[in-house]
């Protein structure tokens, strides 16, 4: 009756086990895209399945049996009557218990589980193969073309993303220039910075033009998966052609077309900071 009872008991905390856990995987790997909880529920159940039959294996040892405690034979009457008394917990405090148990395992396994970079930007760009950015405001640290004539200065803190980017996506930035000397001083920061040496991205994939409605046709021309930028207008004018789009600005907007999200920077989006 004793070893039915504690089957029982070990079966109810390993479903409790695998939903929490399940839950934690769909969290972490839930990134505001359709594919993207997919991915996060499935990777959530198979880490259930795998952990649970480990945790169990770990748990499943012959037990030490406890030396039988001989009872006093002057007090019988106390023996009968007293194990009664403390046998039968409450079922409000046993399932609590199980669920601190449970709570307390996983904790513990994902303090030491943290997905890379690398990991991130393949989530959290649904597995985009092309992505089209724009340095102003995005991967440089001037915000107009009129402060690229005096200037270009990469942004150290995108870099490190820029680059994990530009090893699982075909990358094209661009930007709006007033005159060549600015086209080549972007180009100068860009190869400074080390953005052409990681093989990821060459110098013919940075594009410039003297429009924003240039801007938005190179996007159409190239037709990626993903497109970055700070103009509202240029966004609004490509949610009809671009399956993802990602807004970049202090303020989150009010209005935005399902496919468009939004971030402060590009490495807040990515969780790197």
């Not at 218990?97 to 991130?120: A, H, M, Y």
């Not at 001037?142 to 090893?167: C, D, G, N």
């Not at 939004?262 to 969780?271: D, K, T, V």
Request: glycine content about 4%; proline content about 5%; charged content about 20%.
């Amino acid at each position: 009756m004793a070893t039915e009872t504690s089957k029982d008991e070990l079966l109810q905390l390993v479903k409790r086990f695998s939903a929490y856990l399940t839950v934690k995987m769909s969290n972490l790997f839930s990134f505001n895209t359709p594919d993207s909880r997919s991915v996060g529920a499935v990777a959530g159940l198979a880490v259930a399945i795998v952990f649970t039959w480990r945790w169990l294996r770990s748990n499943s040892g012959p037990q030490r049996r406890q030396p039988k405690r001989q009872a006093p034979t002057t007090s019988s009457s106390v023996v009968t009557t007293q194990p009664n008394a403390v046998s039968i917990p409450s079922g409000g405090v046993c399932s609590s218990s199980e669920d601190l148990r449970v709570q307390n395992v996983v904790d513990e396994f994902f303090q030491t589980v943290k997905p890379s970079l690398g990991q991130i930007v393949r989530q959290k760009l649904s597995e985009g193969r092309k992505v089209t950015c724009r340095l102003l405001g995005v991967i440089l640290e001037e915000s107009s073309p009129e402060e690229l004539q005096s200037q270009a200065t990469v942004r150290s803190s995108v870099l490190e993303v820029l680059l994990e980017i530009t090893k699982f996506c075909d990358v094209y930035l661009m930007e709006r220039v007033l005159d060549d000397e600015s086209e080549q001083k972007v180009l100068a920061a860009l190869e400074n910075a080390g953005v052409f040496t990681s093989g990821g991205l060459v110098k013919d994939k940075v594009l410039f033009c003297s429009t924003e409605t240039g801007r938005s046709s190179f996007v159409r021309q190239l037709e990626p998966d993903w497109h970055i930028d700070t103009n509202p207008e240029v966004i609004f004018q490509l949610a009809r052609f671009i399956k993802y789009q990602l807004q970049i600005s202090p303020i989150r907007p009010e209005r935005t077309a399902a496919n468009v999200l939004s971030s402060p920077s590009l490495e807040q989006f990515f969780g790197s900071t």
